[in-house]
């Protein structure tokens, strides 16, 4: 049952990992911080992040759709 749990979770930590470098392509510092929003609440303005707010977001969204695709 353990063993179980933890491949389903390795598969959803693979799921947001694959969506999100999707998403941010080639775009160097724009990763771990948008991976530290998604999955630990981090939110933009404790964020050291090379893009405004608004494409923030738009990454952030784009991220959430591709996500829902994959899933």
Do not use: C, H, W
């Amino acid at each position: 049952k353990a063993a179980l749990s933890s491949m389903i979770y390795t598969q959803k930590i693979e799921a947001v990992e694959r969506a999100l470098k999707t998403v941010v392509g080639d775009e160097q510092g724009i990763y771990e911080p948008l991976l530290l929003n998604i999955t630990r609440g981090v939110r933009y303005e404790n964020i050291n992040i090379p893009i405004s707010r608004k494409n923030f977001f738009m990454y952030r969204t784009a991220f959430f759709v591709n996500l829902d695709k994959i899933i």
